[in-house]
């Protein structure tokens, strides 16, 4: 795993043999390659990153890994990458998802499954498993994902590399093509804690073009290195009551509670009640938002239309041939749970859980400094290994409380077995972005052996 | 009373003046712009797109509102309602289905309060044109996306509403409303009114209530009367025979003048609202209604209570002139003008409404002005032409715009006063119908009129009718 550092780069421009790496790729992470230049007087001109594609950039396609939107261009470029373009960044391509952010193996997408650098037998976890490959193959210092029940920190943890959830309205969703409204969030994978504090710097702020955007000043660079000791640090007890977490991660998760301890913080066992609804409470508000978001491609005014006699049936034809599998299958759960009659049995009831979810990390948060457990609950499983979409949904179970929350959230390498990697998050309070980055960048080093410079 | 009563609902859609759209900055001028040059990917539904709340709109909404004597919500939301149809390019409309902007609101026709149930804030679909008579057949169909997310508050009234004409009534004073307060044209033919109508008819009789129909495409004033009226009698001519009618939508074809059912074309749907989780909620502070009561135009009520305290005119005359604020200026500078408020709104009472009405002008385009009414004024009192001379002069500067005096001189109009010329005529009209005067003498006095009648003929109407008055009674008292 070759691993690049913004810091390192600055004043280099590695472009164009970024972009002969690119044309390389073997393990069908990048679905179109191609160059944006940054700002020529940027501080990072000749830096090059990698955008999730169902995030527009105006020159590249946004196909959102979908034959439906095999051939769309976007008019417009999203907020976030404009911001890091003015500072310099250069996009070199857009990177394989799973289709439409749904899924968490891209195993997904319409152009074909992502392969893990670190075993190409293994998915790279979803459903930014493009951008984490890409990140972990070393053919960017970072990328943009989107994660809305985890597609930024599971594929981060399975591939060996960082990745950040920052919290719910710090990045500008706009250009980000809507999975889930209310979870969606756009966060980097980097290969270090301090290079995600600085793109996520980078990119937030109050966008005039998103509403649910927050005007709020924060430094995320600045306290990044300072000591943790005294802090309190809560894990939850449920970790150890599913039988579906495999022993490997828990050993190695009580080794990060180790090392934290050493570093002076406090670490303590918690419960939290409406953990246990987490998932039933995404799958239902994460589809429904789902189905309607979606109602918008209906081959009428851009990407593919397959026409037939008659608006109905160029409707149905368009859908059900751009539409893969996992997709219809969320349209449908959504539709349901919307429909008159199970609205308030499934809809509303599960918004209204939501937020006694929410309210009860408010009263954690009240307590402690953060909350860490581990990103994923199994070691990366093999490609085609997983059948049973009940049994795939459940590998959500640790990512998807901080989207419910709106939380910060980050995944950092915490280890290897087997020769796979295994992540730990970290995550705070809402808008405690600063915090949740400071005490990943700490555990980092400390795990690191203090070898890292700051 | 009658034996069928009619129970009418009206579910109406104001488009508002603002200068951009409802959740984006594209223009708002749809009548005046080429097809698809007013948009951006937010009302184009492009993936990754979100809307913004446009401030201006929510300033007229609440507005409206207040004008519309509703009880504002402090806590309103925006919802998504979903379907399908190629005007509507996110696949769902932005609007407000839980927690609409304002309840329980009212205007009042002829001392009768309409209620309104509820006032939300939405955004309006593309125009969508398909040749032949509907998309499912069409060859082909046209989408222009400039009217896509252009604002609307929709408006929905209890079904207080009795007849077709006090339809008709309703709509027309309530343009009359969001004019006022500059919220909307109100124009019915440009499509920033419109308005679908519910209606049933109970006979009385039987006590059976006939099943509800939606009445659609209604694009003027008249048409809501004259569709409403049309299903109505349909309607009844059901219930005479011991029938009902289907429960179902249908059009208005002004070209038939006949509904015709469209069934089929809006099958149940189910919309699937849920709360639209890019938007925030809309909050709605008391402060904030204070500041937007302060922006509210003299509101017709008001204005009709100083024509009466300022101009002395009668209160039934102030309620007419203030009802419509173009015709409220009209008065308030003819009067300023003139000199003479009641002169003006006498004449604007009987002449210039009539031919208003007649013509189907509205006051802005009429021919005459404001200054004419003083011209005129100053020829009467000059005795220059008489009032009923003046009367026909009216008319005339309606018709062609040219000032009264050119009128009057032109066409040799002056008035006629000669006592000799006058007596001369009906001297010779008496000898000419001695029947008629044989009555007058036998105490039929109305047959005065008759005389008179003549002389104003023969003058051409220039003979000064009180003088002719005077000189026929006495000339036939005299006989």
């Excluded at chain 1, 306290?223 to 894990?235: G, V």
């Excluded at chain 1, 066992?269 to 409406?274: I, K, S």
């Excluded at chain 1, 970290?426 to 410079?453: H, R, T, W, Y």
């Amino acid at each position: 795993m070759v691993d690049l550092n913004i810091d390192e780069l600055i004043g280099r421009d590695i472009l164009e043999e970024t972009l002969k790496l690119l044309k390389n790729d073997t393990l069908n992470s990048i679905l179109e390659v191609g160059l944006l230049k940054g700002n020529e007087k940027g501080k990072y001109f000749g830096i090059p990153f990698l955008v999730k594609d169902n995030i527009v950039v105006e020159g590249f396609k946004a196909t959102c890994a979908s034959k439906i939107l095999e051939n769309y261009s976007p008019p417009y470029t999203a907020t976030a990458v404009k911001r890091l373009l003015n500072a310099g960044f250069s996009v070199v391509g857009k990177t394989n998802l799973d289709e439409f952010a749904m899924g968490s193996s891209n195993e997904n997408s319409a152009f074909g499954p992502v392969k893990n650098p670190v075993d190409t037998d293994r998915i790279p976890g979803g459903s930014s498993g493009g951008s984490a490959a890409a990140v972990s193959a070393g053919y960017v210092p970072f990328a943009l994902g989107s994660d809305t029940g985890g597609s930024v920190r599971l594929p981060a943890s399975f591939c060996g590399v960082v990745g950040y959830k920052p919290s719910y309205g710090l990045i500008s969703r706009y250009g980000l093509v809507a999975f889930a409204s209310s979870l969606d969030q756009i966060g980097p994978i980097t290969t270090n804690v301090k290079d995600a504090a600085l793109i996520t710097q980078i990119m937030m702020g109050k966008d005039p073009l998103d509403s649910t955007t927050v005007d709020m000043k924060m430094d995320l660079l600045t306290d990044l290195s300072k000591p943790i000791k005294e802090y309190k640090i809560a894990y939850p007890k449920f970790i150890f009551k599913y039988e579906m977490v495999e022993n490997e991660v828990l050993e190695i998760f009580e080794k990060v509670l180790e090392t934290i301890k050493n570093l002076g913080a406090r670490v303590t066992e918690v419960d939290l009640e409406f953990m246990k609804y987490a998932v039933a409470v995404y799958y239902i508000i994460a589809p429904a938002e789902a189905s309607s978001n979606l109602a918008r491609f209906d081959g009428v005014r851009y990407g593919v239309r397959k026409e037939k006699e008659g608006l109905k049936s160029t409707y149905k034809y368009t859908r059900d041939y751009g539409f893969g599998l996992e997709v219809k299958r969320r349209i449908f759960m959504g539709n349901f749970t919307l429909s008159t009659g199970y609205y308030e049995a499934y809809y509303n009831r599960a918004m209204k859980v939501r937020r006694l979810i929410y309210e009860e990390f408010k009263e954690l948060f009240e307590k402690y400094d953060a909350l860490i457990l581990p990103t994923s609950p199994v070691l990366p499983p093999k490609i085609g290994e997983i059948k049973e979409p009940l049994q795939y949904y459940l590998m959500d179970m640790f990512t998807i409380i901080a989207n419910l929350g709106g939380l910060p959230a980050i995944s950092i390498p915490a280890g290897e077995i087997k020769n796979l990697p295994v992540g730990i998050q970290i995550m705070g309070k809402q808008f405690d972005d600063a915090k949740v980055l400071q005490i990943a960048n700490n555990i980092e080093f400390a795990l690191s052996g203090g070898a890292k410079d700051e | 009373m009658s034996r069928f009563k009619t129970t009418i609902g009206l579910e109406i859609h104001v488009q508002l003046m603002t200068k951009t759209k409802m959740f984006c900055s594209c223009k708002t001028n749809v009548l005046e712009a080429e097809p698809n040059t007013n948009i951006c990917p937010v009302c184009t539904g492009q993936p990754g797109a979100l809307p913004v709340t446009n401030e201006e709109a929510v300033k007229l909404a609440v507005k409206a509102a207040l004008l519309l004597n509703a009880k504002i919500n402090e806590v309103s939301r925006f919802d998504r309602k979903n379907y399908f149809y190629p005007d509507l390019p996110k696949g769902y409309q932005i609007t407000q289905y839980f927690y609409p902007l304002a309840v329980q609101g009212y205007i009042e026709i002829d001392g009768k309060k309409i209620r309104i149930r509820r006032i939300h804030i939405e955004e309006d679909a593309g125009k969508l044109l398909h040749e032949g008579e509907s998309i499912e057949k069409a060859n082909y169909a046209l989408v222009d996306y400039n009217r896509s997310g252009i604002p609307l508050i929709e408006i929905v009234t209890e079904p207080d509403i009795e007849s077709p004409k006090e339809a008709r009534a309703f709509m027309e004073k309530l343009r009359n409303i969001v004019r006022y307060a500059d919220i909307s044209t109100g124009d019915m033919e440009k499509g920033a009114l419109r308005c679908d109508a519910n209606i049933s008819v109970l006979d009385t009789e039987t006590g059976v209530r006939s099943n509800r129909v939606e009445v659609k495409n209604m694009n003027s004033f008249k048409f809501v009367e004259k569709a409403l009226e049309y299903e109505r009698d349909r309607i009844i001519s059901y219930l005479e025979k011991g029938e009902n009618v289907p429960q179902e939508t249908r059009g208005w074809d002004m070209n038939s003048k006949r509904t015709f059912s469209m069934r089929g074309k809006e099958e149940e749907a189910d919309y699937r609202y849920f709360p639209e989780p890019d938007l925030l909620p809309l909050i709605i502070t008391q402060d904030y209604i204070e500041e937007i009561k302060k922006e509210l135009p003299e509101l017709a009520d008001e204005k009709a209570e100083r024509f009466v305290r300022e101009y002395s005119i009668p209160e039934y005359d102030a309620k007419v002139l203030s009802a419509d604020k173009d015709i409220a200026e009209y008065f308030e500078e003819a009067a300023k003008i003139v000199g003479d408020a009641k002169f003006v709104s006498n004449w604007m009472m009987t002449e210039l409404l009539r031919e208003l009405k007649e013509r189907e002008l509205n006051i802005k385009e009429v021919k005459i002005k404001p200054v004419h009414f003083k011209e005129l004024k100053e020829l009467i009192s000059q005795g220059i032409i008489s009032t009923s001379m003046a009367k026909k002069v009216f008319v005339e500067v309606v018709e062609t715009g040219e000032s009264p005096s050119k009128i009057v001189e032109r066409k040799g109009l002056k008035k006629i006063d000669d006592t000799a010329l006058i007596e001369e005529i009906l001297k010779r009209v008496i000898k000419e119908n001695p029947k008629t005067v044989k009555k007058y003498k036998n105490g039929k006095t109305s047959v005065l009129g008759f005389f008179v009648g003549q002389i104003m003929k023969e003058t051409k109407g220039k003979a000064d009718p009180k003088l002719v008055n005077e000189i026929a009674k006495k000339l036939l008292d005299e006989v």
